[in-house]
């Protein structure tokens, strides 16, 4: 199925069902799909679970899908920052389950999911609280701690050029998660600074190539 | 370790006091060998990029996807796409390459890295590292890249002070906050003195403005001497 481009962010995040599992991508700001969150604000699904590497800064974007209580569970690496007051207040007082992964490990079970891979084996966190209940095994002489893909049902994602193939490229770290994310929902949503010509990009240049990517929409603010 | 080889510089640098944050930064970087492939943690372990002279080779990575990482970004230069592990924005350098988060941590988690630099809770004088939590019943848990770093590059530094404001020591016997790794951390390098850990315990490198046995005896740790004396 080829890619939609969207008129709007609004139509971008059309029909994302209640109790999806959402991948966001992003690291800080840079590559953080802002526009594809408000409009999922005001698009009203809830009880989400959201995979992403933080649990929301300021007000804004992530933070605020938080504090309007839509988001029922977040799987990240790093949820506790200066400005993350609105995921601490939900944490402190017990209306959002957290679970936290290595961010090495985060990156690898998306892209496990992305690649058809059951589980993989990781030395990350052996001997460490994050690796308790999991199996683990000795290989190499080294204890190694069985992971699990993350799949996600929608991934909101952050770009800086899309074609009319949906061929992605990025911009500096703005790439971070994109990726990755882009390869392991069932829905792939991106946001781009530009869309441009079939033939536009130069194909030794896609990082994401088009068929993973299922809908686009050009947005004016810095992605 | 043979003593009848070249003779080793004095254990001890007595006449002065500890190392200040920028002398600990600058003992770190000269550890770090020509053509390094390194990554720096977030807070105190960035000040090293300081003191890397220029022309050695070093290439910095950031795990959020960067090699050839430049120096902090000014006024003018600020550009949102383009930060470190920190958030802080940052400029790149002529060959630089940029990569996806799967990407970056394969290259750590697969030994490509030949070492990084991170602060610490405690570290353990077989090697374990504790960085990320203090346990607390309250406190948030947020790991980061920590774990990955920890056992992902082929020498992990630590920097830190050696002891708390309280005075109590940071390299211990064993790590009473939760773990970030197990048996990684090959050096420490602190205000009073500079460490190898492993499976043979602590090892005492040099001290500064310390003497060896005042050392030992405010860590109350089992210790040897590089000097073997």
């Known amino acids: 199925m080829s890619v939609r481009a969207c008129r709007d962010p609004d139509e971008a995040v059309a029909g994302i069902e209640d109790g999806s599992t959402i991948l966001v991508g992003g690291f800080g700001m840079a590559g953080m799909p802002a526009d594809l969150i408000e409009a999922l604000i005001r698009q009203g699904a809830t009880e989400l679970t959201v995979v992403s590497n933080n649990a929301g800064n300021g007000d804004t974007g992530l933070a605020a899908l938080l504090d309007k209580g839509r988001v029922r569970r977040i799987v990240c690496s790093f949820p506790r920052q200066s400005d993350s007051w609105v995921f601490d207040r939900l944490y402190h007082e017990g209306r959002i389950d957290l679970e936290v992964v290595p961010q090495g490990t985060l990156a690898e079970r998306l892209r496990a999911a992305g690649a058809g891979i059951g589980a993989f084996y990781s030395p990350t966190g052996a001997g460490t609280l994050l690796a308790e209940g999991k199996e683990t095994r000795e290989i190499a002489g080294r204890t190694h701690v069985l992971e699990y893909p993350i799949k996600g049902d929608v991934a909101l994602i952050g770009a800086h050029r899309a074609d009319g193939m949906g061929n992605l490229v990025y911009r500096k770290t703005a790439r971070n998660f994109g990726p990755v994310m882009a390869t392991a929902a069932t829905t792939v949503v991106a946001q781009v600074h530009e869309i441009v010509d079939i033939g536009a990009l130069d194909p030794e240049a896609v990082v994401t190539p088009g068929i993973y990517v299922d809908r686009v929409v050009q947005v004016v603010s810095a992605a | 370790?043979?003593?009848?080889?070249?003779?080793?510089?004095?254990?001890?640098?007595?006449?002065?006091?500890?190392?200040?944050?920028?002398?600990?930064?600058?003992?770190?970087?000269?550890?770090?060998?020509?053509?390094?492939?390194?990554?720096?943690?977030?807070?105190?372990?960035?000040?090293?990029?300081?003191?890397?002279?220029?022309?050695a080779g070093v290439v910095?990575?950031?795990?959020?996807?960067?090699?050839?990482?430049?120096?902090?970004?000014?006024?003018?230069?600020?550009?949102?796409?383009?930060?470190?592990?920190?958030?802080?924005?940052?400029?790149?350098?002529?060959?630089?390459?940029?990569?996806?988060?799967?990407?970056?941590?394969?290259?750590?988690?697969?030994?490509?890295?030949?070492?990084?630099?991170?602060?610490?809770?405690?570290?353990?004088?077989?090697?374990?590292?504790?960085?990320?939590?203090?346990?607390?019943?309250?406190?948030?848990?947020?790991?980061?890249?920590?774990?990955?770093?920890?056992?992902?590059?082929?020498?992990?530094?630590?920097?830190?002070?050696?002891?708390?404001?309280?005075?109590?020591?940071?390299?211990?016997?064993?790590?009473?906050?939760?773990?970030?790794?197990?048996?990684?951390?090959?050096?420490?390098?602190?205000?009073?003195a500079t460490f190898q850990v492993g499976p043979g315990g602590a090892t005492v490198l040099e001290t500064f403005g310390i003497p060896y046995d005042d050392l030992a005896q405010r860590l109350g740790l089992a210790l040897s001497r590089q000097d073997g004396t």
């Open chain 2, 1 to 55: 370790m043979n003593p009848t080889s070249s003779p080793l510089p004095p254990l001890e640098h007595l006449g002065r006091g500890p190392l200040t944050e920028d002398e600990m930064a600058a003992r770190v970087a000269r550890d770090i060998p020509h053509g390094s492939y390194v990554n720096l943690g977030i807070g105190r372990p960035t000040l090293v990029a300081d003191h890397l002279p220029g022309g």
């Open chain 2, 60 to 192: 910095l990575h950031t795990e959020n996807g960067m090699l050839n990482m430049g120096p902090a970004a000014r006024d003018g230069q600020i550009d949102p796409d383009l930060i470190n592990a920190g958030k802080i924005p940052v400029t790149e350098l002529p060959g630089a390459a940029y990569f996806h988060h799967a990407d970056s941590f394969a290259m750590m988690r697969g030994g490509h890295l030949d070492i990084c630099v991170l602060g610490a809770f405690q570290v353990s004088s077989a090697g374990d590292l504790a960085n990320w939590h203090t346990g607390a019943a309250d406190a948030i848990p947020a790991v980061g890249g920590a774990m990955d770093l920890a056992i992902g590059a082929k020498r992990v530094f630590v920097m830190m002070t050696l002891f708390t404001k309280q005075g109590v020591p940071k390299l211990v016997p064993e790590c009473t906050y939760p773990l970030t790794g197990v048996g990684c951390v090959d050096r420490v390098y602190t205000d009073f």
